[in-house]
C-alpha cells in the first residue's frame, strides 16, 4: 500500500470506504434474463471519506483518509487512487479477514440511483481505529457514514470527538441511515460534541421521525449540535446555528448522477471552514461543490476545482432565505 510522507494534513476523513461499480445512465432496469448495454462502465472510488478526501484534494485541500479496506485488488485500487491524488493514506488500514466494501450503482435516466451493497470492511471499523490519525490534532475531523458502522461505539466515538474539539479541531459529522431503526439513541451522545452536522432530509426523517427540514435542523440543534445543514438534493438546503437560521435554494446544473453529491457538499463546507469563511459563506462553496458533483457518472469525476468553484459562485446566485 503507498505510504505518504510528510507532515499530517489539515483534514482527518475518517469513516466509509468503498470501491464503486457504476453505470451510465441507462433507458430502464432490464426484465429477468435480459441484456442491457450501457455506455461505459466505471470503477471508481466510493464512500463518505474516500469521496470527501478525494474532493477535498480537488478543493486543493490536503487530507488524509481513515478507514478499512481489505486485502484484494478492491482495497489496492481505493489506496493507490486515493495516494495518487495526495491524500494520506497512513490510516487506511487493511482488513485480513475481510473483502473491501463495495457497492454497484444502477443508473436509470431521470429516476433515483439504485444500490446493492457489500459492507465488507467497513464492518471492522471502531473509534479506536481514530487514534493514530488523531494523534497530531488536524483542524478539522470528519466522520463520514456513521450509523451504517456497526463497529463504531457511541460513547467512544463521542470521547474522541470531545478529545478532538479540546485540541482544538472542529468536529464535522455525516450519517448513512441503512433503513428504519432506533439512530437517535446513537446520536445522542455525539452530537453534544458535534460543530458541524450535516445529514440530508430523508435520513432526518428516519431518525427524527419528522418530515419537515427546519424542524429537523431544529431537532438536532436541540440535541447539542452546534450548526445543523440538512440537505434536500435539487431543493437546496436548510441550516440552523446560534446565528443562523435559512433556507438555501440550489444551483442550476444539469444532473447526470446523483452519487456522491452529499459528500462533496460536506467538502465544499469544510474548505470553506479551512478558509475562514463565514456560514453563508461555507453554504454557498458547499452548495457549489455539491451541484458540480452531479454533472459527471461516478462520485468525484464532476467535482470543480476551487478556481471553478469560485468562478461558478461569481455568476449563479443561490437564493438564500431567512425563515
Known amino acids: 500500500m503507498p505510504i505518504t510522507t510528510g507532515s499530517r494534513p489539515p483534514v482527518v476523513c475518517a469513516g466509509i470506504v468503498v470501491a464503486d461499480h457504476l453505470c451510465t445512465p441507462i433507458e430502464r432496469m432490464p426484465a429477468a434474463g435480459e441484456l442491457m448495454t450501457a455506455d ?41 487512487t486515493l495516494a495518487e491524488h495526495g491524500v494520506d493514506v497512513r490510516s487506511l488500514r487493511v482488513d485480513p479477514e475481510r473483502a473491501t466494501s463495495q457497492t454497484l450503482v444502477v443508473n436509470v435516466r431521470g429516476e433515483d440511483r439504485r444500490y446493492i451493497h457489500s459492507f465488507g470492511a467497513n464492518r471492522g471499523f471502531t473509534a479506536e481505529d481514530l487514534d493514530d490519525a488523531l494523534a497530531d490534532p488536524p483542524r478539522v475531523l470528519y466522520l463520514g457514514g456513521y450509523l451504517v458502522m456497526p463497529g463504531l461505539d457511541p460513547e467512544a466515538v463521542a470521547e474522541r470527538f470531545a478529545w478532538a474539539r479540546r485540541s482544538g479541531t472542529i468536529t464535522v459529522l455525516d450519517v448513512v441511515t441503512p433503513g428504519p431503526s432506533d439512530h437517535l439513541d446513537r446520536l445522542r451522545p455525539i452530537l453534544p460534541e458535534t460543530d458541524v452536522f450535516l445529514p440530508n432530509t430523508d435520513e432526518a ?4 421521525g419528522e418530515d419537515d427540514p427546519l424542524r429537523q435542523a431544529l431537532g438536532f440543534r436541540d440535541l447539542g449540535a452546534r450548526r445543523v445543514v440538512v440537505t434536500r438534493g435539487e431543493r437546496g438546503a436548510v441550516a440552523v446555528s446560534d446565528g443562523l437560521r435559512v433556507r438555501l435554494g440550489s444551483y442550476p446544473v444539469s444532473c447526470v448522477d446523483g452519487s456522491g453529491g452529499g459528500d462533496a457538499f460536506d467538502a465544499g463546507y469544510i474548505a470553506g471552514l479551512l478558509d475562514g469563511l463565514d456560514e453563508l459563506g461555507c453554504l454557498r462553496l458547499a452548495s457549489a461543490v455539491g451541484a458540480s458533483c452531479v454533472r459527471a457518472v461516478g462520485t468525484t469525476a464532476g467535482v470543480f476545482t476551487r478556481a471553478e468553484a469560485d468562478a461558478f459562485i461569481a455568476r449563479n446566485e443561490l437564493t438564500v432565505e431567512a425563515v
Not at 462502465?41 to 478499512?68: E, F, P, T, W, Y
Not at 426523517?205 to 427524527?208: D, E, R, V
Open 40 to 80: 461505459d462502465l466505471v470503477l471508481n472510488i466510493g464512500g463518505c471519506a474516500s469521496n470527501a478526501a478525494m474532493d477535498l484534494a480537488r478543493l486543493g485541500v490536503r487530507s488524509a483518509i481513515c478507514g478499512k479496506v481489505g486485502d484484494d485488488a478492491f482495497g489496492r485500487f481505493v489506496a493507490e
Open 205 to 208: 426523517a428516519l431518525i427524527l
